[in-house]
């Protein structure tokens, strides 16, 4: 914690969850995401599949003293609701391209739209919808697991 006092722009910690209880863990994870909300950059080391998830927008696999892989963890691209509404709004596209968490969005006729959702935001959205009148006709979770299936890949070897 000293680290952090100064505010520092690069935050680098080696296996920081190495040793904790889960409780002081989740604690851990917690205030690593509120340092990377603020905009602090954060390198880490670990071993631990649920600060990878949780915190890592990129990840990169070591092995002996080279690179063995370096991706993105983009759960808002790999991960998206699929929603279906019926709404006749002149004003539709207008209003979908200033919602957040909304990454594509098409008029399949003249009133039905399709958008891709950020999972997180497709609660919103489906207010906003109704609250516009919009009627929704389908939600469809859409998962890409190629990433999970990778990083599970590596760690077990």
């Not at 958008?115 to 609250?131: E, F, K, N, T």
Request: charged share 30%.
């Amino acid at each position: 914690m000293q680290a952090i006092l100064h505010e520092p722009d690069i935050l680098v910690l080696d296996e920081p969850l190495s040793g904790l209880d889960i409780t002081t863990q989740q604690h851990l994870i917690e205030q690593i995401l509120s340092l990377k909300k603020s905009g602090m950059a954060i390198i880490f080391t670990c071993h631990e599949m649920d600060l990878l998830r949780k915190v890592a927008d990129r990840a990169i696999i070591l092995e002996g003293k080279k690179i063995k892989e370096d991706f993105m963890l983009r759960e808002e691209i790999d991960n998206y609701m699929i929603i279906e509404c019926r709404w006749h709004d002149s004003k539709a596209c207008d209003l979908l391209r200033d919602v957040d968490g909304v990454t594509e969005y098409i008029s399949l006729t003249e009133d039905v739209w399709r958008m891709q959702v950020v999972p997180s935001y497709s609660d919103r959205l489906i207010v906003q919808l109704l609250c516009w009148g919009a009627s929704i006709c389908s939600v469809t979770k859409h998962q890409n697991d190629h990433y999970e299936r990778k990083i599970n890949e590596i760690f077990q070897t």
